[in-house]
Nanobody, 126 residues
Framework: QGRLVESGGGLVQAGGSLRLSCVAY????????IGWFRQAPGKEREFVGA????????RYADSLKGRFTVFRDNAKKTAYLQMNNLRPEDTAVYYC???????????????????WGQGTQVTVSS
């Protein structure tokens, strides 16, 4: 069914930027909708942003609009999460996920996503 592998996490100071990558080991990546989620210590996993198959339609958590951007390169079978002006409260494990069942709507709901990566840790120091 395919596999997703995230990378790009790390330690960054508040105000800094990071770009996370999500590589798909699946030839049908271009049909998938890709979502990003995060889970902070002691909290539920939450929606960050998501994009449709060609990157022309995206949705974001209201609290993250303007700082986070989701985009993709289908030729490289890779999706990205660009995070700017990071804050300590952005510290979390970040996951990418794929909605592979020929979706028509970019979903913010975890249960709509079928394939998940292993996660990458992002830590923002104050």
């Amino acid at each position: 069914q395919g596999r997703l592998v995230e990378s790009g996490g790390g330690l960054v100071q508040a105000g800094g930027s990071l770009r996370l990558s999500c590589v798909a080991y699946e030839s049908t990546f271009g049909n998938w909708y890709i979502g990003w989620f995060r889970q902070a210590p002691g909290k539920e996993r939450e929606f960050v942003g998501a994009t449709n198959w060609n990157g022309e339609s995206s949705r974001y958590a209201d609290s993250l609009k303007g700082r986070f951007t989701v985009f993709r390169d289908n030729a490289k079978k890779t999706a990205y999460l660009q995070m700017n002006n990071l804050r300590p409260e952005d510290t979390a494990v970040y996951y990418c996920a794929a909605d592979v069942r020929f979706p028509r709507v970019v979903s913010i709901f975890q249960e709509e996503y079928d394939i998940w990566g292993q996660g990458t840790q992002v830590t923002v120091s104050s």
